[in-house]
């Protein structure tokens, strides 16, 4: 049976869209099932980091499945405005999430991708938004992210044209951290969501909360509250054990790394 899985694997949550035969097209309570993982993700303790991936080898996701959405919203039976699920979720996950993209990765699946905080694609990614196409427009969060994350003119490239773009496209455009061979995708992402794990739990957490409310701020606002925010790292129960490991030349243990961080930082609502 297709859907959304969550495995558990020594501090890593892999998230997989698991609908290989329709390359990964979400139906309307898949991107249930996704918010629900993504919600599992913040409260289990024992998830550093997510990792988000399709299943099989030909795509990432390819978006909604349009044979169920679109006469959804025709009919009013679906109010996109309300449409929070997948889309905005893990963008209030105070955990890392990495995007490990695996093919096509098109549409509402771009969407998501754009949502995540790094991104390893394989050699055989392919990235578009074909919504201006087909009449609609990417209304799952790209306009608002995609000028933001990348410079304006190839943003409105994608969303103009339609036309998909490579891998080696999408890295040098700034869409994606690297590429990979396909083959070794997987352990790519799995070795950088270890290396994720090695950090401060806390500080992840921080970093990722104050860039997100920071970035929305005037400047002198911003540096302003990047102050608290450095407080509320130095005062933590990490910052000590840092320093002290740095000062005794030996690894750092964590406390964040052994207790529950469901919360997210002070100030900020959870998704």
């Keep these: 049976m297709s859907g959304i899985i969550l495995e558990r694997s020594d501090g890593v949550g892999v998230i997989t869209i698991d609908r290989p035969e329709k390359l990964n097209a ?15 993700v913040r409260d289990d303790p024992a998830i550093g980091v997510a990792i988000l991936t399709g299943a099989g080898d030909r795509a990432f996701c390819v978006g909604a499945d349009l044979k169920e ?47 995540t905080d790094l991104r390893i694609a394989a050699d055989t990614a392919r990235f578009g938004l074909p919504e201006a196409g087909v009449g609609v427009v990417p209304a799952g969060g790209t306009l608002a992210r995609l000028t933001r994350q990348i410079p304006y003119p190839w943003a409105m490239e994608l969303l103009l044209t339609g036309q998909p773009v490579d891998a080696v496209t999408a890295e040098r455009r700034g869409l994606v951290n690297r590429v990979v061979p396909a083959g070794d995708l997987l352990d790519e992402t ?15 957490s921080v970093i990722k909360s104050a860039t997100a409310q920071l970035s929305e701020m005037p400047l002198n606002a911003a540096f ?25 030349g030996r690894t750092p243990r964590f406390p964040s790394r052994t207790e529950a961080t469901k919360q997210p930082p002070e100030g900020h609502e959870r998704g």
């Design 26 to 40: 979400l139906t309307l309570s898949m991107y249930d099932e996704l918010s629900d993982a993504f919600d599992e």
């Design 69 to 115: 959405s679109i006469p959804a919203l025709a009919e009013k039976r679906f109010d996109i405005s309300e449409w929070d699920g997948a889309h905005q979720k893990h963008s209030r996950l105070f955990k890392p999430v990495i995007a490990a993209v695996n093919g096509l990765c098109l549409g509402g699946g771009f969407e998501i991708m754009l949502s």
């Design 190 to 204: 799995f070795a950088l969501a270890h290396r994720l794990l090695e950090c401060s739990g806390t500080s992840l």
């Design 224 to 248: 302003h509250a990047e102050a608290l925010y450095g407080q509320q790292a130095f005062a933590s129960p990490d910052a000590k054990e840092g320093l002290a490991a740095f000062s005794e």
